[in-house]
């Protein structure tokens, strides 16, 4: 491991890693609007200049590689000269519209801006205009005149999604980032990483535009539950001291929207297009009203009729939800006689033309937690099969199931957060949480167990499946 002094202070680095991978890995920052740790180097900004100790002039670091006894400097005067020029260069023509870009409070522009120049742009001159609201896809629009070209995006498609969905078109000052013509963009599911990637406001999310100002959002980690991977991600909504009261108050309980949240032993800093659409699936309408015989009851009395039917059953099947978390699942276990038997379901099922397995993230499998619900419960439900001829009650968790096959005769107790017809038809219905609504943790494919945290309160209506598994086995006296 070669020894380097950064602004005189020795540093143990890799013999593989540039000046700016050593520094950054020490704590030391230097900053950078095209170089990332999961791209190739491009050296399109300039802005990470540093001064090597005996150099009049500066170079970049992401492109420097380390040697023994290598001594830069981050902060000398030539390179704030430097980086203070660069950065007049890249608002000369950019446009000072941060009070409606999106990008606002979250901008490396605006942060380099702050701390490396802090000067008014030099230029009498009116800013050249190009294009606005460029769309390069059914989910992403380009602003060029705030794109500062740094070619991350394009390099994005190229090294890791593999579309080629994007390039860079003319040369010069007229140089525009377009995508393909063969619509390779709307094709890629991993498009919208190029969103996160862009240091500034030229990607635009069209779900999220003009939706939220980042300010009054606070991200919550969290496990996306759209396939077997389980990726980690952040859930961005509303901060309680910027509540809305006078306005829509619904917004206080929205999700504004779904990012990676890194983690190198699931999904590194990605994440797919369907996880951050996860809001439709948690937004759907809630069922709120506990149910007995198809009319409305207090959810305790609910719970307690569940209790008393599974108590009196002779041979009881229950549907186990592949998308509880291991608490939930453990606490199933805990509850349930030795007289029940149990499968495993499948909550979501693939949808045609849905994509399966691939070389990147996306799973086949589209429910979070089958590894944890599987281990506890090795009977797995195909969905054709037909159950116990014999059972007298049959318990659901979760979606996915057809009510259809339930055996005629037999109680019907469900469990769920959604409303459907089941919820008339059982004999007891429970509405229980969503996964915003509690915290948790989820097992992926490779057995890798992430944790996810509330983002909601519960509403008072609802129970939590743990809550209510727990309650039916003190009924039963089966051991807690």
Known sequence: MPEIFIDGKPVRAER???????????????????????????????VCA??????????????????????????????????????QLMTLNHPVDCGICDKAGECMLQDYHYAHNGEKSMSRDPKVRSTKFHPLSERIVLDNERCILCSRCVRFTREISKSNALGIVRR????????SEDGALDADPYSDNVVDLCPVGALLSRPFLYQARVWYLKPTPSVCPSCARGCTVNIWHRKAEWKLNAL??????????????????????????????????FERPRALQAMECGQPVDLDAAIEAASRLL?????????????????ELAALKRALPARCTTFVKSDCVRQPGERGDDDFLIRADKNPNRATACALFPLVDDGHGPFIADTDVVLVWGEGFD??????????????????SADVRADVFIPVSIQTERSGHYTNFQGV????????PRPSAVADAEAVFAAIAVTEGAPA
């Open 403 to 420: 009510f259809a096959r339930v055996p005629a005769g037999a109680k019907l107790i469900v469990l769920d957060a959604y409303a459907r």
């Open 50 to 87: 540093v001064q090597v100790e005996g150099r009049s002039w500066v170079e970049i670091a992401c492109n420097m590689p380390v040697s023994e006894g290598l001594r830069v400097l981050t902060d000398s005067d030539a390179v704030r000269k430097y980086r203070k020029s660069i950065l």
């Open 248 to 281: 829509d108050s619904h917004k206080n309980v929205k999700i504004e929207r779904v990012t990676p949240l890194e983690n190198p032993e699931v999904n590194g800093p990605w994440m797919c297009n369907k996880g951050r659409d996860v809001a439709a699936v």
């Open 449 to 456: 167990v992430s944790a996810f945290s509330a983002c909601f």
């Open 172 to 179: 010069g000052d007229t140089s525009l980032v377009r995508a």
């Open 16 to 46: 593989d890693q540039t000046v700016i991978e050593a520094a950054r890995a020490n704590g030391i920052e230097i900053p950078a609007f095209c170089w990332h740790p999961a791209l190739s180097i491009a050296g399109n900004c300039r």
């Open 311 to 327: 108590a009196a059953s002779v041979r009881p099947v229950v549907l186990v939800s592949t998308w509880g978390s291991n608490e």
